[in-house]
C-alpha cells in the first residue's frame, strides 16, 4: 500500500467488490516468511470511499478495526493523504537506498539531505501535474515526521539487501514514467534509482 496508484493496480484485476483507496503508517518489515517486525510507533491507516460506491458504509468495517484496537481513520476521499504517505516514503526508500542510510542518518547527513530535498521537489512536481496541491510545508513536515524514527530504514531497503521482490516499481518506475507522460525533469530520481 506504499503507491499511489494501487487502488488502480488492483481495479485492473478485480473488477467486481469494494475496494478502499488506503495508506498505512507503520514502520515493518518481513524479517523471513511468517515472521513481521514492527519497529516505531504503534501506526495507523487511512482509508476512504471506493470511487465506484460512494454508497458503501463503512460503519461494520470501522468497528471491526476498532474492536481489534487498530487505528483507522476515515476520510471520505483520501487521495491527498495517499499523496501525503507516498510523498514520504517514496523519498526516504530511495535516499535510503542510495545511501543505504536509516532515516535519522539521512536526516542528519548534509549530503544525503541534499539529496531528500531534491527528490522530494521532484516528487511535488509531479503531484502538481496530477492536479494535487501537497502543502507548502511538506518537506519541512515529513522530515520532521522521520524524525520520531530515526532508526527505521524503509522496508524497500529492506528488500534489496535481501535480495528479494521489493518495491522498486512503487517508487523509481513510478515516478519515472509519470515524469516521462507529463514531460518533467526529474534529475535526482533518475541518477539514483537502480531498476
Not at 516468511?33 to 460506491?53: A, T
Not at 468497528?63 to 481489534?68: K, P
Amino acid at each position: 500500500m506504499n503507491g499511489i496508484d494501487i487502488y488502480k493496480r488492483i481495479r485492473r484485476n478485480l473488477k467486481r467488490g469494494i475496494v478502499l483507496p488506503s495508506c498505512v503508517y507503520i514502520g515493518s518489515h518481513i524479517e523471513k516468511p511468517g515472521v513481521l517486525i514492527h519497529s516505531g510507533n504503534p501506526g495507523f491507516f487511512v482509508s476512504g470511499f471506493d470511487p465506484l460506491y460512494l454508497d458503501f458504509n463503512p460503519k461494520d468495517l470501522i468497528d471491526v478495526f476498532s474492536d481489534l484496537k487498530i487505528d483507522i481513520r476515515w476520510i471520505d476521499d483520501p487521495t491527498q493523504k495517499i499523496w501525503d504517505k507516498y510523498f514520504l516514503v517514496a523519498s526516504f526508500a530511495l535516499v535510503s537506498a542510495h545511501t543505504n542510510q536509516t532515516l535519522g542518518e539521512i536526516i542528519n547527513d548534509k549530503n544525503s539531505h541534499e539529496i531528500l530535498v531534491n527528490v522530494m521537489k521532484e516528487i511535488i512536481l509531479i503531484a502538481k501535474a496530477h492536479g494535487i496541491k501537497l502543502s507548502e510545508t511538506i518537506i519541512n513536515d515529513t522530515i520532521d515526521f522521520c524524525k520520531n524514527y530515526p532508526d527505521v530504514k524503509p522496508s524497500y531497503v529492506r528488500d534489496l539487501e535481501k535480495g528479494g521482490h521489493n518495491e522498486g516499481d512503487l517508487f523509481g518506475d513510478t515516478l519515472i514514467h509519470m515524469s516521462k507522460k507529463f514531460k518533467i525533469e526529474i534529475p535526482t530520481i533518475i541518477s539514483i534509482y537502480k531498476n
